[in-house]
């Protein structure tokens, strides 16, 4: 700690205007006052409760003034035994003494009275020319309350009290005393010194000035530098601060007598200006006239920049705060007035609609939406708890109602900070208010331009299956007594309109589909486009099956009805309609979707340009479905899959019945159903596209008996080939390699497909059996005669062989028409050079008629049932 540091820690403690002024009143008191001045002058220097001043007798004490409100009572005039007080102490030991806890210093017996008990206190020793005369105390209820540097003041108080008592009571020893005073003073310059006070003195008799060195130091001029006379006072002085009634009177004379501190600028010769503070005190002649003038002066130009400093940011803040774009509002949190609006800036006006007056004093939930008033409570206990570190500090924005002026609400976000200061609202919290109903309002619309269907503006997809949900949430919950029902509702022939009248009129077509489908469904109801033609009604609110049946019907009714497209071009029109119908929450949103769709297929099945209801029958076929799917997945994963083989035999005249091929047939191993057919399970492998898998299983294991001669030499195998396998783009390669990694003949294998394949098969399928055929693979067709044999297509594809149907062969007799079939069929493949397979052979005389009618191999019972 260097000395400046002490000097200007002792002057925090103390107000040094006050330190002088005391001892100036002591100067001046008259004699008969000195003391009462003396315990007065202490007491409001030390801000004590009380003050005692005393002086010493033989046996202790007697009590010459108080100040304050004493403990003990005592009144001037009262005799007090020496005891063991901190005054005897300071009596008998000539020096002042501190105590910061009267109830707990070993020094000095505990205070007597309870109801004030002194806590801190001071005493100093009153001299008369070095020796004790009495006591000077101070005393106070509040413990700690005096420190160390305030012990010379109580000190010097009582020397220059102390003086002048002797002085007064000795006339005839004037000069002595005049002397010690002179000593006083000096200390009391010194005082002046030890604090940074600069001080002047003028003498009206010499007409002299005595300047403090700190003087020159403060105006920035060399010590002495000026002349000492009354005059030259104004000169340092910024003439706008030399306004008459203050320092100085009408004629530009200094007014003596300013004890209240003026703050005046003094300009000095380097440029900075000084803010100065300045004291004056006179003493008078008996007739009135100045005798001396004592003039103390502070620098303060360092606290008032502070405090413009202060100022200005102050401002910076208001102007921030009241002309901010956006809302903002100062709210007080102390316990006292918490919730009470301080501050609202002219953009939350606005918004709420009212005057400052409506906001400003009144508690900030008056605006708050009644439902966000407890969230809002909660949030600053929270924001509190941050400010305290008793929680992580969370700056997200919270999401509030206001309720405006006209009753109306506003949606805003609320981002708040909360600061304090030593003003008794503090804590606050500065709140942003983001008013988001506009953009809330557009997000609403975003959102729902992302959950409508373009073309028609009914819901799309996405709406839909979110209102499923929610349907099916509000079964669950009970909301309402009725069901939810799906009506999925496709239109008959639709694709037509568009391969032959172009987009344009189909899009047409769908927008007067949308139009009825809203004015024929009145009860609460979404109406949707899946896309393309598909469209979906959800009731969610319907009494049973029947009413959403009659729904539906209505649906069907009214696209009954012609469409007439913008060309004037009046289109036939029909839709076919699945329903399905929840009366409990069990569903998910997909069930109910897939169940309509299952109605729906009925309905087209049944002939379209009607309805179809989800029933149990159709039920029980989804489950069992569902079933048999997960079996075949099981029977894949696990090696379920089993393969049997049914021999084909040579009918020619020279084959005597040697068996030429296999065709490779699948079983299903269940470890619970035990054996199932490809009935069983062939429709729901199609359907899922697991049969994609189980034809490469099958062609494994071909692969795999022909390497192993699990067959007859120079056999063949057939196997069927699903046309979703035979679509794979790599489908002919994949083959080769596995064939080939067998060591297998491509020239043993036969694939099996059917008529409807080659029927929808695309330029890839063509390509695919053509790569087939070029690998030495034979391909024919199956179950020939069955589909819509298009002749063409035999010719398309590069065939080996057709196998006919075995309803053909089961009906052979004279004149039927399997004879006839399967004469002809014949015929035409031994045309086109392909080898004629007939199967389901089960009769010695079915066998006799084909071999007639040019059949080249059979297939059947009769020559062998298919297994393992
Ligand atoms: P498909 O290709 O027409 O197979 C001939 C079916 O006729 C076999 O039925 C066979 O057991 C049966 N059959 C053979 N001889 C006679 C007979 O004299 N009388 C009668 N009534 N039936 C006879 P299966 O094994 O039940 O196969 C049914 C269908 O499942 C097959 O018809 C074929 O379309 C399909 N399939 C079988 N295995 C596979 C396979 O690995 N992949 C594919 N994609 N389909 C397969
Ligand atoms: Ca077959
Ligand atoms: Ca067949």
């Known amino acids: 700690m260097t000395a400046g540091d002490a000097v200007r820690g002792r ?88 105590s910061l806890d009267l109830g707990n210093d070993e020094r000095v017996d505990p205070p007597t009275c309870q109801d004030h008990r002194h806590a801190s206190s001071i005493s100093a020793p009153l001299l008369d020319r070095g020796v004790v005369v009495g006591a000077v105390s101070v005393f106070t209820r509040r413990p700690r309350a ?89 000169r340092f002085i910024n003439p706008d601060d030399r306004q008459p009634g203050i320092l100085f009177n009408e004629s530009g004379e200094p007014m003596w007598e300013n004890r209240s501190g003026v ?82 800036n002219a953009a939350v006006l606005g918004l709420l609609g009212v005057d400052a007056d409506e906001v400003v004093g009144h508690d900030v939930s008056k605006w708050l939406h009644p439902h966000d008033l407890e969230a809002s409570r909660g949030h600053r206990a929270a924001l509190l708890q941050a400010r305290s570190g008793a929680r992580p500090i969370d700056i997200r924005p919270v999401e509030r109602r206001l309720v405006l002026k006209d009753g109306s609400v506003r949606q805003v976000w609320l981002t708040s900070a909360v600061f304090e200061d030593a003003s008794p609202e503090s804590p606050y919290v500065l709140t942003h208010v983001l008013d988001m109903t506009e953009s809330l ?35 669950r919950a009970g909301r309402s007594d009725g069901g939810v029902a799906l009506l999925l509702l496709d239109l008959d022939r639709f694709k037509l309109v568009n391969d032959t009248l172009g987009h344009g009129a189909g899009d047409s077509m769908l927008m007067e589909v949308a139009t009825r489908l809203r004015s024929v469904i009145g009860q609460p109801a979404t109406v949707g486009r899946l896309g393309g033609d598909e469209f979906v009604v959800l009731l969610s609110d319907v009494a049973d099956e029947e009413a959403a049946a009659d729904v539906a019907r209505r ?88 393969l049997v083989l049914q021999p084909v035999v040579d009918l020619t005249a020279g084959g005597d019945g040697r068996i030429t091929a296999h065709e490779a047939l699948l079983r299903l191993q269940d470890p619970v159903l035990g054996v199932l057919q490809p009935q069983d399970f062939v ?43 035979l679509e794979l783009p790599a489908f002919a390669k994949q083959l080769e390699e596995l064939l080939a990694k067998h060591d297998a003949c491509p020239g043993r294998v036969a694939l099996e497909i059917t008529e409807s394949v080659l029927l929808e098969a695309g330029p890839a399928v063509e390509q695919t059996v ?50 006839a079939m399967v004469r002809a069929i014949a015929n035409l493949a031994h045309s086109l050079g392909l080898t004629v397979v007939a199967e389901g052979v089960e009769t010695p005389e079915q066998a006799d008629v084909l071999r007639s009618l040019g059949c080249d191999r059979g297939q059947g019972w009769l020559f062998g049932r298919p297994k393992t």
């Open 11 to 98: 002057r925090e403690g103390v107000d040094l205007s006050r330190v002088l002024e005391a001892q100036r009143s002591l100067l001046r008191a008259p004699d008969s006052e000195l003391l009462g001045e003396l315990a007065k002058q202490v007491m409001a220097l030390l801000g004590a409760d009380s003050a005692v001043v005393s002086t010493t007798h033989d046996h202790g004490f007697t009590v010459r003034a108080v100040a304050g409100q004493h403990c003990s009572g005592a009144d001037p005039g009262d005799q007090i035994p020496w005891g063991r007080t901190l005054s005897a102490l300071a009596v008998r030991t000539g020096e002042g003494q501190l």
């Open 146 to 234: 005096f420190a160390d540097h305030h012990l010379p003041l109580v000190s010097l108080c009582a020397e220059v009290a102390g003086t002048r008592l002797a002085m007064a009571l000795s006339e005839a020893h004037g000069e002595q005393l005049r002397e010690h005073l002179t000593l006083t003073e000096q200390r009391l310059a010194l005082a002046q010194q030890v604090t940074g006070l600069a001080w002047w003195e003028y003498d009206a008799r010499t007409d002299r000035h005595l300047w403090s060195p700190e003087v020159f130091e403060l105006l920035g001029e060399e010590p002495g530098s000026f002349p000492p006379t009354v005059k030259d006072y104004a």
């Open 263 to 344: 703050v005046v600028r003094v300009p000095r010769r380097d440029g900075d200006v000084r803010s100065v503070q300045a004291w004056t005190d006179v003493q008078r002649n008996p007739d009135g006239t100045v005798e001396r003038v004592f003039g103390t002066l502070l620098d303060v130009t360092d606290r008032e920049r502070a405090a413009q400093a202060v100022a200005a940011s102050e401002q910076r803040f208001r102007v921030a705060f009241d002309h901010a774009p956006t809302g903002m509002v100062l709210t007080s949190m102390n316990p006292a007035t918490e919730g009470r609006v301080l501050r609202a």
């Open 441 to 475: 309002v557009q997000q609403a619309e975003l959102e729902r331009l992302a959950m409508t269907d373009t073309l028609t503006g009914l819901a799309n997809r996405s709406l839909l299956e979110r209102e499923v949900d929610r349907a099916m949430e509000g079964l």
């Open 555 to 642: 649906v069907v009714d009214v696209l009954r009805e012609p469409i007439a497209l913008p060309s004037g071009r009046r289109l036939v029109s029909s839709c076919s309609v699945g329903v399905t119908f929840a009366a409990t929450g069990a569903h998910t949103a997909e069930d109910l979707l897939r169940e309509a769709d299952l109605a729906l297929y009925q309905a087209k099945d049944a002939g379209r340009d009607q309805l179809a209801v989800f029933d149990e029958a159709l039920r029980a076929r989804v489950v069992g479905r569902v079933e048999s799917e997960s079996r075949l997945r099981r029977a894949l994963e696990s090696g379920g899959l089993r």
């Open 683 to 725: 429709e729901v492998a199609s359907e899922t596209g697991l049969i994609v898998d189980v034809d490469m299983w099958m062609l494994h294991e071909v692969a795999g008996l022909l390497a192993e001669d699990g067959v007859p030499p120079d056999t063949q195998v057939s196997v069927n080939i699903s046309a979703r396998t």
């Open 770 to 819: 053509r790569d087939l055929r070029a690998l030495g693979i034979h391909v024919g067709l199956d179950d020939f005669g069955t589909g819509y044999s298009a002749l063409a297509h035999l010719q398309r594809f590069d065939l080996d062989f057709l196998k006919i149907d075995r309803s053909f062969v089961a009906d052979l007799a004279e004149g039927s028409r399997g004879l």
